[in-house]
Structure formats: structure tokens, C-alpha cells
């Protein structure tokens, strides 16, 4: 199925390339919700990313190193945007 290298291609570029859901992300929640309760939602994505790549070498499972990523990349991509608007929001 993979070999080494393009598995090692796959989890490293995942992070750049799934950043691009964060437009969704960020409509959606914005409009549903507010800036700091999306910020606070936003850290579930990490959370649960943290934890599939902790237990990955215990379930013997790369997959879960790479839904990982997934899940890191769209935390990192909603994070740069929302982040931004929270602060200039809270700035006099």
C-alpha cells in the first residue's frame, strides 16, 4: 500500500494541505457561535489529535499518526484566523 518514503510525504504535508477546511470551519462556526466559544471548540480538534498520535505506537497503527495530522492541520488553520479576530475584538 505505502511504502516508507510516501507515507513519510503524506503525514508531513498533511498539516499544509488540510488547512484549507479551515474556511469551512470558520464560516460555519462563526456564524453559529461566537469568536471565544469557537476558539474553545477549535482545541477539541488538538486534544483528539494529541491523543490518536499518543496511542498510535500502542495500537501498532500509522493510520492513527495520520488522522492525527489531519486533525492538528485543521486546528492550526482555524487557530491562525480566529485567533487574530479574537484579539483585535478584545484590543480598546
Same mark, same amino acid.
Given at each position: 500500500?505505502?511504502? $516508507?518514503?510516501? !507515507?513519510?510525504?503524506?503525514?508531513?504535508? /498533511? &498539516?499544509?494541505? +488540510?488547512?484549507? *477546511?479551515?474556511e469551512? =470551519?470558520?464560516t460555519?462556526? $462563526?456564524?453559529? !457561535?461566537?469568536?471565544?466559544?469557537?476558539? /474553545? &471548540?477549535?482545541n +477539541?480538534?488538538? *486534544?483528539?489529535?494529541? =491523543?490518536?498520535?499518543?496511542?498510535?505506537k500502542?495500537?501498532?497503527?500509522?493510520e492513527?499518526?495520520?488522522v492525527?495530522?489531519?486533525?492538528?492541520?485543521?486546528?492550526a488553520?482555524?487557530?491562525?484566523?480566529?485567533?487574530?479576530?479574537?484579539?483585535?475584538?478584545?484590543?480598546p
Amino acid at each position: 500500500m505505502f511504502d $516508507l518514503p510516501n !507515507l513519510h510525504n503524506v503525514t508531513a504535508t /498533511l &498539516l499544509v494541505l +488540510l488547512q484549507f *477546511i479551515k474556511e469551512l =470551519v470558520n464560516t460555519t462556526c $462563526l456564524q453559529r !457561535l461566537s469568536r471565544k466559544r469557537c476558539l /474553545l &471548540l477549535n482545541n +477539541l480538534f488538538v *486534544i483528539d489529535g494529541a =491523543v490518536m498520535m499518543l496511542l498510535s505506537k500502542t495500537a501498532m497503527s500509522f493510520e492513527m499518526i495520520i488522522v492525527g495530522h489531519f486533525l492538528y492541520g485543521i486546528n492550526a488553520g482555524v487557530s491562525l484566523s480566529l485567533h487574530t479576530m479574537y484579539l483585535m475584538e478584545c484590543t480598546p
